[in-house]
């Protein structure tokens, strides 16, 4: 029914075939796979990552790359990449929209259907700005994906943590409202959401009600819990950096209620991958805790998915 599956971020230091190889040997049924151009210089944790060089996809890598994931009986969910394609700098800006095109047309070659990415913002503009420019700039790329009939799923971080991402942040789609001007602006049914439930939690909302209120929307599910201290929040408060009263955590080691999301995913008869998204710093040290953060979510996660 559900699958489960992995973002292959916190694997950067290997290849494709070692990501597939490890997918597959532990029981997982599909990967999320990153996409960000082959020569990037992004160096924002999590970002910058490449296992599919969509620019490069020939007949042939094609071909390779079916073949790896029928030999460990594993699915690519989605192909992933993760810029701010509202960055105030045009040129900046233009580069990111255009390789977004370009990884949806490398999912179309390679028959996946979804790919995940962010809508952006300029962080020193308002809203209502940001939506404006939403509006010239978002268009081109839905024609693309419905050109290639591939869904195009953004996930619901606010992309606001540090002192670098002050004040609004580098991604408008972080709220129940915002969802509802973006999809009046582009009513695409292919236009839709990656859902993060643990970035409801840190921002003080309900993380299960968007699963009904948006249940055709749903093109993809990341699986991430959040830690909110509250000591540290009483002193801080909700206007400070968010990591200053918040961390990202594995699931089951947070706040996200986890059996009301999947009675949620149930309810709304929710039939795509769910793919756990490892930003744990806890479990960064070396290989084996990364390996090990991954497979103690599987654990965790195995109770609602049979």
């Not at 913002?121 to 209502?128: A, F, L, T, Y």
């Not at 009675?263 to 390996?291: C, F, H, M, S, W």
Request: charged share 25%.
């Amino acid at each position: 029914m559900l699958k489960l599956g992995f973002n292959s971020a916190i694997l950067a230091d290997f290849g494709m075939e070692h990501v597939v190889n490890f997918a597959g040997n532990n029981g997982f049924a599909c990967v999320e796979m990153m996409c960000w151009p082959a020569n990037n210089a992004d160096s924002r944790r999590y970002a910058g990552v490449t296992h599919i060089d969509v620019s490069n996809l020939s007949d042939q890598s094609v071909s390779e790359i079916k073949h790896r994931l029928h030999e460990a009986n594993i699915f690519i969910s989605a192909l992933g990449y993760y810029p701010n394609p509202l960055d105030p700098d045009p040129n900046r800006s233009e580069f990111f929209i255009e390789h977004i095109k370009q990884v949806i047309r490398g999912a179309a070659k390679l028959g996946i259907p979804v790919v995940t990415t962010f809508i952006g913002r300029d962080q020193s503009r308002n809203i209502k700005d940001n939506l404006a420019r939403f509006a010239d700039v978002w268009p081109s790329v839905i024609r693309v994906a419905e050109e290639n009939n591939i869904k195009v799923a953004i996930e619901n971080c606010p992309m606001f943590f540090t002192d670098d991402e002050w004040p609004g942040g580098k991604n408008l789609a972080f709220s129940p409202a915002i969802w509802d001007r973006m999809f009046e602006i582009i009513p695409s049914p292919l236009f839709g959401l990656n859902y993060d439930p643990s970035h409801m939690v840190w921002q003080m909302m309900d993380e299960i009600k968007p699963i009904y209120n948006y249940k055709d929307r749903l093109h993809h599910i990341h699986l991430k819990d959040v830690k909110v201290y509250k000591d540290k929040l009483d002193r801080v408060g909700i206007l400070a950096n968010p990591l200053e009263f918040h961390s990202p955590k594995l699931p089951g080691l947070g706040d996200v209620n986890w059996r009301g999301f999947f009675a949620a995913l149930t309810d709304v008869r929710y039939r795509g991958p769910v793919v756990i998204e490892v930003e744990d710093k806890a479990y960064e040290g070396n290989i084996t805790d990364v390996q090990s953060a991954i497979l103690t979510s599987r654990n965790y996660l195995k109770q609602f998915l049979g």
